[in-house]
């Protein structure tokens, strides 16, 4: 791994060079496993394999051999693009978005299978020759088609695939995959004109990438989408049901919804359903100036896993993963406000604000955070405009904040999340702070097993 101090450590990314998109997180006897958009070449989106890692904890990840490797000749030619893994029938499965050199936006739905599935670390996957989803719908004008998410509803298996259409209008497509090898197209789930979308994104986006969708342990259902505007831009959420419609299948209703990360350095998430919760992790890209990530030999990182869970109002709810706590050291090395306590390169620092409070992360992030109010405040250094983030009012705010290099996670009460990347100058030497009439803090550095 990188020596750099700004290389994240604990998170999830190859040992050089690109990652984007996490992909197929998927549980697997007593491990989870976890994929991952890469370029093994360079730090720049390009020839895009599958990474792999796999942790028996969600706190100690171990690397494995690459999984997918685009095909010379094949669907996935010029790259094998986002998707998710799922069992089918005892076989680990991968489901993917193959890229030939002509796609022009418009990509395939491919599988690939574990060659062995009774191997703990799922090291060897054998693609399927042909796509079992070749192009979208030829009359619904379809000019970028990717990202298959499979899920299962009242004991069927079906998918969603990300779409943006002519007139600029973005959409989620759904099908029938039963039958995983056997693709029936069964209508638009529901598109970029739907009024609660409106109000919860925007109009901007002419295309919604990697569809994800999870069923809440209340029962709501979670629609996650990645907003696509001619570049990656934000990330949002729906909260609604899922209910069977005689036209087409499945129809989801929204009620509410709103940015799915409020900060500026997240996209593409992906999500685990598992019996009693929901998991999610996303990608950080880099911010940091042209040719930097290049000479750094390293660029982007996934986030830590954040457990997902709706409020009784419909808004969500994000916590970082409980296990997480176990990087923490035996000790904490600050447990009062104040001054003058030096920040280590990764820690986990929990702070409760009871009136108006400031919490300076050395010189590259400040947070305001005004309980009366309602607000959370980030400022990073070298932003003009700050990220403001609104919560219920309350006599008091919990913010967590985790830090990994230059990853920056803050987690306001379990309302909202902002993820920043903040970079260390050479020599620099940050100091912790906290102001703030009877404010509570308590920080902890990550020790535990990097990612090896």
Known sequence: MSPDSNAPRYRVRPPANWINDPNGPFRWGDRYHLFYQHNPGAPVHADIHWGHASSPDLARWQHHPIALTPTPGGPDEAGCWSGCVVDDDGVPTAVYTGIDHHHTGL????????????????????????????????????????????????GRRWALVGAGHADGTPSILLYDCDDLTRWRFAGVLLDGADPVAVDAFGDKAVGWECPQLLAAPGGDWVLMVSLWDGDPCATGYLTGSLEPSSRHGLRFTPRTGGPLDH??????????????????????????????????DWAGVLTAPRAVDVHADGTLRVLPAPELDRLR???????????????????????????????????????????????????????????????PRGAELHVRVLVDGSLYEVFADDRATVTERVYRRPGDAPELTVTGAEATVTAWELVGPTLN
Do not use: N
């Not at 703990?120 to 990717?146: C, I, Y």
């Not at 996209?267 to 911010?287: F, H, I, K, N, T």
């Not at 929990?350 to 400040?366: D, F, I, K, Q």
């Open 329 to 391: 050291a035996p000790e904490p090395f600050v447990t009062v406000p104040g001054t003058g306590a030096r920040l280590p390169d990764a820690y986990d620092l929990t702070v409760t604000a009871r009136t108006l409070t400031t919490v300076r992360l050395g010189e590259g992030l400040t947070l305001r955070i005004d309980p009366a109010a309602g607000t959370l405040t980030v400022r990073r250094a070298g932003r003009p405009a700050p990220v403001e983030v609104r919560i």
């Open 263 to 296: 900060g500026r350095d997240f996209y593409a998430p992906a999500v685990l359903q598992e019996p009693e919760r929901a998991l999610m992790w996303g990608w950080s890209w880099e911010s940091r100036g042209p040719g930097r990530a290049e000479r750094a």
């Open 107 to 154: 990509g395939t739905v491919c599988l690939a299978r574990a060659a062995d599935p009774d191997d703990p670390a799922l090291t060897e996957w054998k693609p399927l020759p042909v796509p079992v989803v070749p192009a979208p719908p030829a009359d619904l004008e379809v000019v970028m088609f990717r990202d298959p998410f499979v899920f299962r509803h009242a």
